[in-house]
């Protein structure tokens, strides 16, 4: 089998950039990612292990689950508990704590020296996932001030200021609520594409608004489904083009500071009733209140504790649901090789198929003084105008695998064609191989 090497020209790397779309649904607390519900498996309610509306971000326990037996044991067994590692039928890393002093990226460096020995089995977890988070704040948590997530993308906000005064949110808070959306990176890769992200707000499955960077500059425009009544305007901040927040491609973030009501008169024609609290077990029929841009998203999980979750007294909207869609920027490493067949070559083979019929390779001709290999006759599949004689001898072969090798001749990667690609002693051929890295 012959060897070639790759020349300068042969290998090149680029980058392919793909957008691909994401899409929640929001409603009554449960959150549904790209439309979709669970998916039973035999062992799991969710094959994927993960709560819908979430990514797993290993998606290696597909359909496993935790069979709680401890007494079965990878590898041999240690008379000392702490030193087995357990077969519990999930697929999770572990480590041995030892002289190379290993251990997991999350592990505080007190908890890996007093909480275990030499020896011992660390563990961690591939049951994690990923989905969009909703962070409340009211004007005295401060968003902006020190140790809150205002204080931590502040930097970014005036970055972005030079693209409209959306972005500019002074010391404390920009409003009496800031409302905002977290979006991990999983999702939208290395940034939300611009002019792709669309907030929806339904009551009892009505679009009654809707917003989005229609400007591409970060701003969320609103889009006013209302209908004011006769004689009626809309304020400023329902009317179509008003601006009720901002969005930070590069961090994943939705902020929105707009409290006014949906109505067609900004005021109470369009209200909704809520929950008291996140089991929908107690109805609240008595007090209701406007449906506005600070409560988009409400029954996604909480970010954190310092924020708000719901205004003062709610906790899920009844008849409300919210949907939004973006799409990202993933950037795949890609690699191009090109394997040459030059004329000439590559027109030999060991396949038994190469010589005639009836040949046999394995009587050599020998004497006391004398070793030498049976000639053989190759088969000779040239077409030709006449079944005899047939035309002249062509050596032919086909190639079905292209081999891709390390400087140390190890194979690293196997390259099929579809279909056998014929090679004549006279004809060049090149085999484009590419790899998304």
Not at 194 to 214: E, I, P
């Amino acid at each position: 089998m012959p060897l070639y090497k790759f020349g300068a020209g042969d290998v090149f790397y680029n980058q392919l950039r793909t957008y691909p779309s994401s899409s929640f649904y929001i409603y009554s607390g449960s959150v549904y990612y790209q439309n979709k519900s669970t998916e039973p498996g035999s062992n799991v309610a969710n094959v994927n292990g993960v709560p819908v509306g979430n990514v797993s971000l290993f998606e290696l326990n597909v359909d496993r689950v935790d069979t709680g037996i401890k007494t079965v044991f990878i590898g041999p067994e240690s008379t000392t508990a702490t030193q087995n590692v357990i077969d519990n039928g999930t697929i999770y890393p572990f480590v041995y704590k030892g002289l190379s002093k290993e251990a997991f990226k999350g592990m505080k460096r007190s908890e890996f020296i007093n909480s275990f020995s030499n020896g011992d089995v660390l563990t961690g977890s591939y049951m994690m996932s990923a989905s969009i988070t909703r962070r409340l704040y009211a004007a005295e948590a401060g968003f902006n001030d020190t140790n809150v997530d205002g204080a931590a993308i502040k930097n970014s906000l005036d970055f972005a200021k030079r693209l409209g005064s959306h972005y500019d949110f002074p010391s404390g808070s920009s409003a009496d609520y800031t409302n905002v959306i977290y979006i991990p990176s999983i999702f939208y890769g290395s940034e939300i594409k611009k002019g792709t992200v669309n907030l929806k707000v339904f009551v009892t499955g009505t679009l009654v608004a809707h917003c989005s960077d229609s400007r591409y500059d970060g701003a969320l425009v609103m889009q006013s489904d209302a209908t004011p009544s006769p004689g009626v305007t809309l304020p400023a901040s329902l009317q179509t083009g008003a601006t009720v927040g901002c969005v930070l491609y590069k961090e994943g973030a939705i902020i929105l500071t707009q409290a006014a009501g949906f109505g067609a008169d900004g005021t109470d024609t369009l209200q909704y009733k809520y929950y008291n609290n996140r089991t929908n077990t107690t109805t609240n029929t008595d007090d209701v209140d406007n449906v506005n841009w600070t409560l988009f998203g409400l029954g996604l999980p909480q970010g954190n504790d310092v924020s708000l979750e719901h205004l003062p007294g709610q906790a899920m909207i009844q008849s409300a649901s919210f949907g939004l869609d973006f799409a990202g920027t993933h950037k795949i490493p890609t690699v191009t090789m090109l394997a040459n067949a030059n004329r000439g070559e590559l027109n030999y083979t060991n396949n038994p198929t190469y010589i005639e019929y009836g040949q046999t390779a394995y009587n050599p001709v020998t004497s006391s003084t004398f070793f030498g290999e049976q000639q053989l006759n190759i088969k000779n599949i040239h077409s030709s105008s006449y079944s005899d004689p047939t035309g002249s001898l062509k050596k032919t072969t086909y190639i079905t695998k292209v081999g891709i090798y390390d400087d140390k001749k190890k194979l690293i990667g196997i390259a099929s064609v579809a279909k056998p690609v014929k090679k004549t002693e006279d004809r060049d051929l090149t085999f484009k191989l590419k790899l998304d890295i």
